[in-house]
């Protein structure tokens, strides 16, 4: 993965605190206004470290087996579909070369490339939203758009994922 951005805001009315926070993909670290450079570079540092350890411990349980992928695709098909997208199966496979996910409505199963247990739990969500949706409208229509668009991350997950894809020169797409 690229690494993220970064911008480190000095204050001189904070004293001691330091403290760090996601603005979609800027890692954002509030210093006091004294700090050195060096001290600077180490606390940014660190607080990458706190706050990737912190996601790491968040990671979406649906990251862990293909049970935990159809259990969350319920929990999603419930919240922002009225519960009306029921896929029979819901697995992990070998990453994919074109796309993030795949969606057979036929036999109503969602295959999820393995390059997604990265990405955190909000834009795997929109993906098995976004499959989801599949289930109830199979093409790329307006009715399918807004299906999708229930999902309140929807246009984040989007950027999150074309910048991914883009940074690891991937060539991915949605479908």
Same mark, same amino acid.
């Given at each position: 993965?690229?690494?993220?951005?970064?911008?480190?805001?000095?204050?001189?009315?904070?004293?001691?605190?330091?403290?760090?926070?996601?603005?979609?993909?800027?890692?954002?670290?509030?210093?006091?206004?004294?700090?050195?450079?060096?001290?600077?570079?180490?606390?940014?540092?660190?607080?990458?470290?706190?706050?990737?350890?912190?996601?790491?411990?968040?990671?979406?349980?649906?990251?862990?087996?293909?049970?935990?992928?159809?259990?969350?695709?319920?929990?999603?098909?419930?919240?922002?579909?009225?519960?009306?997208?029921?896929?029979?199966?819901?697995?992990?496979?070998?990453?994919?070369?074109?796309?993030?996910?795949?969606?057979?409505?036929? &036999?109503?199963? !969602?295959?999820?490339? /393995?390059? $997604?247990?990265?990405?955190? +739990? %909000?834009?795997?969500?929109?993906?098995?939203?976004?499959?989801?949706?599949?289930?109830?409208?199979?093409?790329?229509?307006?009715?399918?758009?807004?299906?999708?668009?229930?999902?309140?991350?929807? &246009?984040?997950? !989007?950027?999150?994922? /074309?910048? $991914?894809?883009?940074?690891? +020169? %991937?060539?991915?797409?949605?479908?």
């Amino acid at each position: 993965m690229a690494q993220p951005l970064v911008e480190v805001r000095r204050s001189k009315r904070r004293t001691r605190t330091i403290t760090a926070y996601r603005d979609g993909d800027t890692l954002v670290v509030l210093i006091p206004a004294r700090l050195s450079k060096a001290e600077e570079a180490h606390w940014v540092t660190e607080m990458q470290r706190r706050l990737l350890r912190g996601e790491t411990k968040r990671r979406a349980p649906s990251k862990a087996s293909d049970t935990a992928l159809l259990n969350r695709c319920a929990e999603l098909s419930a919240r922002h579909l009225g519960g009306r997208a029921v896929p029979k199966s819901v697995r992990w496979v070998p990453a994919m070369r074109t796309r993030w996910a795949s969606c057979t409505p036929a &036999d109503a199963s !969602i295959r999820v490339s /393995e390059r $997604l247990r990265e990405v955190p +739990g %909000w834009v795997l969500d929109y993906v098995l939203v976004h499959e989801l949706a599949h289930l109830l409208e199979s093409a790329h229509n307006t009715r399918f758009w807004g299906l999708v668009r229930n999902y309140p991350r929807t &246009d984040r997950a !989007i950027g999150y994922l /074309e910048g $991914l894809s883009t940074a690891a +020169g %991937w060539g991915m797409t949605e479908d």
